[in-house]
């Protein structure tokens, strides 16, 4: 069973997170820079795939990123992906863009859900203060938010919370 990380990134965060994540889950393949993935159908080789995304596009509707995920969502959109597990996280700003944290991160699932992967990696609300967020459906986003502006001393302990789920969740991590 094959695992990768993928990420793209404007200042570094999401870069850090995919390294720190990786050395948590020793059984994924090293991170990826999307910026250096040369074509998505790379993700029907592998049988589970984790993505990070920040949001830079405060309050847009579409390519929310700001990154290299923006001109790839159609591609994703347009693989197979059924039978594929697949994990979101997110970077996010949940004090200064407190009605917009982590909007990216559903953007990106909906392209997922398009190309029939099943989606894994949902995080309850609960233990966030925001005001709003496109990536919350109930009481759930639809992957794993990460504050490293404003709440950066809880990173860890989400990031070993959601490993443990994500151990649970894809088959081979
Ligand atoms: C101009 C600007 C706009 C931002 N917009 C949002 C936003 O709408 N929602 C959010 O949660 N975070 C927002 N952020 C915070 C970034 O997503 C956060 O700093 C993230 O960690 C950056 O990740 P990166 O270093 O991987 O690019 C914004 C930051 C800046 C500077």
């Known amino acids: 069973m094959a695992v990768g990380i993928f990420f793209a990134t404007t200042t570094g965060k999401t870069e850090d997170i995919a390294e720190r994540l990786h050395e948590l889950l020793s059984n994924s393949e090293p991170p990826k820079d999307l910026a250096d993935l040369n074509d998505v ?9 984790i993505c990070g995304i920040p949001t830079w596009n405060t309050g847009a509707d579409s390519e929310r990123s ?10 994703i959109a347009s693989l197979n992906l059924s039978g594929k597990k697949v994990a979101l996280f997110g970077l996010g700003d949940s004090s200064t863009y407190t009605e917009n944290f982590c909007d990216a991160m559903e953007e990106l699932h909906s392209y997922f859900v398009k190309a029939g992967a099943t989606m894994v990696g949902y995080v309850n609300k609960s233990n ?5 967020s496109k990536s919350v459906v109930g009481d759930s986003f639809c992957g794993l938010p ?3 502006d404003s709440e950066s001393d809880m990173t ?3 990031l070993t919370k959601w490993s443990a789920q994500l151990k649970l969740e894809i088959p081979g991590l």
């Open 41 to 49: 159908k790379e993700f029907q080789s592998l049988d589970g795939i």
């Open 66 to 75: 700001g990154t290299a995920w923006d001109s790839m969502l159609e591609q």
């Open 128 to 132: 966030y203060t925001f005001d709003d």
């Open 146 to 148: 990460l504050d490293e």
């Open 156 to 158: 860890d302990e989400r």
